[in-house]
């Protein structure tokens, strides 16, 4: 009797493996049909417009790939976690995709302290992870399986630091940068080591720390230095309030920024405060180009607006990922890994597409002034 029961409590055991196996078999073979492609962005949070543009033009990439016959026969699933805008969020959220979701190559991020965060992540699993938009030099530098189809700050703090100087004619500037943020501590280093290289002067350096809302004592201390400019490498959410309070305190002088301005949200925020600022970008909305303008009505029919420069780089970067795995001819990290990195003249709509030893890729960088609440072409500089 003692040993039927042992016996029972057995067959159930055994009976709950198998059908425990047969799942996980099950669950592997649905896997096998698609190819999960992860993506970790800020659809909430701080900086959210960045992540909701990049997921749509990720998404675009997507969708248009599945509805031309997938990718090696098969569909493409992405499968998206939001980080919130938090790095910590970033990481649990690249870990996640690795281990649970088993995605084959990661989407993301667009700040760069959230890419940072992430990245170690993707180079340990060895799961490629190809960042849209983050410019901080040391996001590639993790390791090889990371890789950006954006150009990098000391680019883009070179060329406002060269604008400023031989176009503004400015000569004494001052910097506000956020210092919890690696981007825009690294583009305002960058920044003045060009300003000073070319004879300028930087009279004043202050701090801010993001989710801040008064700006009004460090704005001061800047106004006493009396510069000719003031570069803010920030995100729109603050920038705008700063735009605000520096105008309400009688500072007339023109705003400098970079990539982190571009959102609606800096014409919101800033309203007339932001009139008369030029901040650089990866492209600009106005370029002629037929493949531009092209991307722009798609992206409008679908989404009733005009794409920003993270839509157009999260498209971009999505079709680069799916050409590497189209190329690599499997899913395996390693592969698609080297893929990757033979990426050459891919021709995305941001632009022409090689990516270099340092898994960055150079590309032209655009300076746009924002003028009655619209934001203007200036110039275009090749790197
Ligand atoms: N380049 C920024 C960073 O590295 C992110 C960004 C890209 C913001 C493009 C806006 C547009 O943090």
């Known amino acids: 009797m003692k040993t039927r029961v042992f016996g029972a409590v057995r067959v159930v055991a055994i009976g709950l493996a198998l059908a425990l196996a047969a799942n996980a078999v099950m669950g592997s073979a649905a896997r096998a049909d698609d190819i999960r492609i992860g993506q970790y962005v800020s659809l909430t949070g701080t900086t959210a417009t960045f992540g909701q543009s990049m997921n749509k033009g ?6 248009e790939t599945n509805s031309a016959g997938g990718l090696l026969g098969k569909k ?4 998206t976690e939001d980080d919130q805008s938090k790095p910590e969020e970033a990481k649990t959220a690249a870990i996640k995709l690795i281990k649970q979701q088993r995605v084959v190559a990661l989407l993301g991020e667009i700040a760069s302290s959230r890419s940072l965060a992430a990245a170690p992540e993707a180079q340990r699993a060895g799961i490629p992870m190809v960042t849209p938009a983050s410019t901080n030099p040391k996001v590639t530098q993790v390791g090889d399986y990371i890789f950006r189809t954006c150009f990098i700050d000391p680019f883009q703090g070179s060329t406002m630091a060269k604008f400023a100087h031989d176009t503004l004619k400015a000569n004494q500037v001052a910097i506000l940068k ?4 690696d981007y ?3 583009l305002a280093e960058f920044f003045e080591k060009t ?9 004043a350096t202050e701090s801010y720390s993001e989710g801040d ?3 009004r004592a460090v704005l001061t201390a800047i106004r006493s230095k009396n510069p000719q400019a003031i570069y803010v490498p920030g995100y729109y959410t603050e920038v705008g309030l700063i735009a605000r309070q520096a105008r309400e305190l009688g500072l007339k002088v023109p705003l400098l920024g970079g990539d982190g301005w571009d959102s609606e949200k800096t014409l919101e925020i800033g309203g007339d405060a932001v009139n008369g600022s030029y901040y650089t970008n990866h492209l600009s909305a106005e370029d002629p180009s037929p493949v531009v303008q092209g991307f722009i009505q798609k992206f409008k029919a679908k989404h009733g607006e005009v794409p ?3 839509a157009v780089l999260g498209y971009d970067a999505g079709r680069i990922l799916i050409d590497a795995i189209k190329r690599a001819g499997s899913t395996d990290g390693a592969k698609i890994r080297d893929a990757l990195a033979q990426t050459k003249d891919f021709p995305g709509v941001s632009g022409s597409i090689t990516i270099d030893a340092d898994r960055n890729s150079k590309k032209n960088i655009v300076v746009l002034k924002i003028e009655g609440g619209k934001v203007k072409f200036q110039t275009s500089i090749a790197p």
Do not use: H
Request: no cysteine.
């Open 178 to 181: 956020d210092v919890k943020n």
């Open 195 to 203: 300003f000073t290289g070319l004879g300028g002067q930087v009279v």
């Open 308 to 310: 920003d420069a993270m």
């Open 76 to 79: 493409i699933t992405l499968i």
């Open 213 to 215: 809302t008064e700006f």
């Open 184 to 186: 825009s501590v690294g």
């Open 58 to 63: 990720v998404t675009m990439a997507i969708d």
